[in-house]
């Protein structure tokens, strides 16, 4: 389980935010990419395999131990990619057949982060591949030990679809269901997991009546009845940690945040935000609970991570770190408890 969110009436400032909720320990950390390192995809039979160097540099945060692959991350030119769970997604095993470069898809988010700079280079980037989901055996480098959190996925493949923002106002999700990839313009803002986006924003028509204003006293049959406290225009707004009431949630807070503010108000927004959607430990059976969150301001640019048990915010303002020009790359803690 997972949510993310842009504040998308916020129209001077481009600030998204998003938690990662998982039942397995993940031990992120925070890999801080320079440009000018050399990329592959997972090897395949199958015709050519995507190779690159990142012409951008960026900040990502990692799981499991693998290093190379991003759940999410934040670029120089402040786009930044998310990967979410949905169940529905489904790859072929190996690339269709053709001449286009074949990428799996736990490298897209570090391909599209170190190439790309807007939304609409994700699209034409997505269109001249083909993509394909590697088990996580597969992608595992020989060698390196397994670390125990990444025992019980050796034989899995990442069913998730992905989230984009840039600096410019360009809001995206990328799905690939029955082989097929599906790419939507998120004006809405939000995502989660599943059903897919589409059914998200149809079900949205279940909650038109919500507001951020007062009910006024109404006359009942005579009888004048007053509203009991405040925050009465968002009875009805569903208080589940479900994936369908999470998105309900998130598009209120992404059409609520309007108005004049600062960089630095927005961010603490955007955190207090999450909040709303964060999934306590021990609250769903399934054992997902929200192990990161980070905030992204697209303008500065900078990537803010707090962790579970931390009590800090960390601020990975990427000029500050030096992405810009080539160097070694290195990582770097989330916040301790």
């Known amino acids: 389980m997972c949510t993310d969110v842009r504040f998308v009436r ?31 995809a997972t090897t395949t039979d199958a015709g050519p395999v995507l190779t690159w160097t990142n012409s951008l540099g960026f900040v990502a945060l990692d799981g499991f131990g693998m290093s190379d692959f991003f759940a999410d991350g934040l670029n120089e030119a402040g786009l930044s990619v998310a990967t979410l769970w949905l169940p529905e997604t489904s790859l072929p095993a190996v690339p269709a057949a053709g001449d286009d470069p074949a990428v799996d898809f736990v490298n897209l988010a570090g391909w599209l982060l170190g190439t790309c700079r807007t939304v609409e280079d994700v699209k034409a980037a997505l269109a001249a591949v083909r993509i394909w989901n590697a088990p996580v055996r597969a992608l595992w480098p020989s060698g390196r030990p397994v670390p125990p959190q990444a025992e019980p996925l050796l034989d899995a493949v990442f069913t998730e679809h992905l989230s984009v923002h840039d600096a410019h106002g360009g809001d995206l999700v990328v799905e690939f269901l029955d082989g097929r990839m599906q790419v939507h313009d998120n004006s809405v803002g939000v995502l989660t997991n599943s059903p897919t986006y589409p059914w998200h924003v149809t079900n949205l028509r279940n909650y038109l009546g919500l507001t951020t204003a007062e009910d006024q006293p109404y006359n009942l049959m005579g009888m004048p009845v007053t509203p009991t406290g405040n ?29 004049s503010m600062d960089a630095r108000a927005a961010v603490n927004q955007a955190f207090h935000s999450l909040d709303l959607v964060s999934v306590p430990r021990r609250l769903a059976a399934s054992g997902d609970y929200t192990q990161w969150y980070v905030v992204r301001d697209h303008d500065a640019p900078a990537l803010y991570t707090r962790s579970y048990d931390g009590w800090t915010t960390d601020c990975h303002d990427l000029a500050a770190l030096g992405v810009a020009a080539e160097g070694p790359r290195r990582a770097l803690p989330l916040p301790a408890g």
């Open 10 to 40: 916020l129209e001077q400032l481009h600030v998204s935010a998003r938690t990662l909720d998982f039942a397995f320990e993940l031990g992120s950390q925070v890999q801080v990419v320079p440009r000018g390192q050399t990329w592959s």
């Open 231 to 259: 925050g009465t225009g968002l009875r009805g707004l569903p208080g589940d940690v479900t994936p369908p009431s999470r998105f309900v949630r998130a598009t209120v807070l992404s059409q609520a945040v309007e108005g």
